[in-house]
């Protein structure tokens, strides 16, 4: 699980609408005359598109917080990788005026529909292309927001070979790879060139977040911290997301071997039971073998 680290890989990206409103990846089926109803109540409040794992879209405040946690500048030369239709391109370029501020998105609607927004902002470009054939080498500052490991490992190489030092990368959920971040505010990090790696996860862990391990509190701690973040969960729907959530980043803790606990702790065995009696969700199949 090395391209999630460090286990702050989102429940949302599990999730997948596959062949009908009851089906979840990874085997999670819920009967519709069971919980069903009370699954979708709560899918539904979230944008399909990032149920789908696509052109996920960040309120304009969430997009304000980065750039000021990134400490986005005027002289700053600004790439958002991946960008859909999101307000960054426009919020970048007008509001906090960056030198430039570019777009890149694969898929010509969304492109043009992008390129549309920011009609008349001189300042901001959309670019219709595949970002790994695309030159950033003037970038200063680059948000990437991509889960495909394959993808993550080809752009950080390139990151590492075409940057110029003190370029910024920002990331959502995790830093890339091993880097240890020059700045960390969960969900939120930007890691400086010339970029640090941890020689394990353990050690990355331990420069976020001052220790080496991740407990149950600290999965819960953590997937609230992300609720607020992003802020795109109805309050009423709060409580199975946190739990829910917490329970998938305790899990990846546990398999990759960084979960402090030395048995499955009584609260991750309750929410789990939870999850399976209620809503016919069972977790403990993703649980490896016990050390």
Not at 119 to 132: K, L, M, P, S
Not at 177 to 193: G, H, R, S, T, Y
Not at 215 to 220: G, V
Not at 225 to 251: C, G, P, T
Request: hydrophobic share 40%; proline share 4%; aromatic share 12%.
């Amino acid at each position: 699980m090395r391209e999630v680290v460090p286990i702050v890989i989102s429940y949302i990206y599990h999730i997948n609408i596959l062949s009908g409103p009851c089906t979840i990846q990874r085997n999670y089926h819920v009967p519709f005359d069971h919980c069903c109803l009370k699954i979708q109540h709560f899918l539904s409040s979230l944008p399909q598109s990032v149920l789908k794992g696509e052109d996920v879209s960040l309120p304009d405040n969430v997009i304000r917080k980065i750039f000021r946690f990134a400490r986005l500048r005027k002289t700053d030369i600004f790439y958002h990788f991946g960008c859909g239709t999101n307000s960054t391109i426009s919020i970048a370029a007008k509001e906090f005026n960056v030198k430039r501020s570019v777009g890149i998105e694969i898929k010509k609607s969304i492109a043009n529909e992008a390129s549309s927004r920011i009609t008349g902002i001189e300042n901001a470009h959309i670019v219709n292309q595949d970002i790994r054939k695309t030159s950033f080498s003037d970038a200063t500052v680059i948000l990437f927001w991509f889960t495909d490991s394959k993808i993550i490992r080809q752009m950080t190489k390139r990151f590492e070979k075409e940057l110029s030092n003190g370029a910024r990368i920002i990331t959502i959920w995790s830093p890339l790879d091993l880097m240890i971040p020059a700045k960390a505010e969960f969900p939120f990090f930007v890691c400086k060139k010339p970029f640090c790696y941890a020689e394990s996860l353990s050690e990355q862990i331990n420069a976020i977040y001052g220790n080496t391990c991740v407990d149950f509190t600290a999965a819960w701690l953590l997937s609230e911290k992300y609720i607020d973040a992003l802020e795109v969960v109805q309050r009423e729907h709060r409580r199975f997301l946190n739990m829910f959530h917490s329970m998938v980043i305790w899990i990846n803790a546990w398999n990759s071997g960084v979960a402090c606990e030395k048995e499955i702790p009584p609260p991750v065995t309750t929410y789990i039971g939870i999850l399976k009696t209620f809503f016919n969700i069972d977790l403990s199949t993703l649980i490896e073998g016990r050390r």
